[in-house]
């Protein structure tokens, strides 16, 4: 596994893009009531606050808050895309790669993350301030 430059910081408010494998589909918006079910179910079990979401045909931005006792948005992300991945039929091309690991062809493999470093980056919501 690669181990890519990222920050973490228990209660961090993140900036992301997360991206369709195949970015002319447009599987978030055709199916955004599976994306907003993944991302229901994996905030009851991993708590995050979401401050901004935008859905895109083929791409998402977000920003998050972790709650202070965290830095595990990966484990996050990794489920929001299993979720949503599980909830589609298999109809998308794989690659050789992919077929040999077992995966999907949905998701690109990575996203991007930049941690926003100011005052407001540890969210009053869950310093309980609101």
């Known amino acids: 596994m690669p181990n890519y430059r990222r ?4 209660g961090g408010c993140y900036f992301f893009t997360v991206n369709l494998l195949e970015r002319k589909r447009a599987l978030l918006t055709d199916h955004i009531d599976l994306l907003r079910d993944s991302v229901r179910t994996v905030r009851r079990l991993h708590p995050f606050h979401i401050d901004a979401w935008v859905v895109l045909p083929d791409h998402m931005h977000c920003v998050l808050t972790l709650p202070p006792d965290t830095d595990d948005y990966p484990l996050r992300w990794r489920l929001i895309k299993l ?3 599980k909830g589609l039929p298999a109809t998308e091309r794989l690659s050789a790669v992919r077929k040999r690991r077992g995966e999907r062809g ?4 990575r996203y991007w993350e930049h941690m926003i470093r100011n005052i407001w980056g540890q969210s009053k919501k869950y310093l309980g301030s609101e």
């Open 7 to 10: 920050v973490f910081l228990p």
């Open 83 to 85: 979720l949503f991945s």
């Open 106 to 109: 949905i998701w690109q493999r």
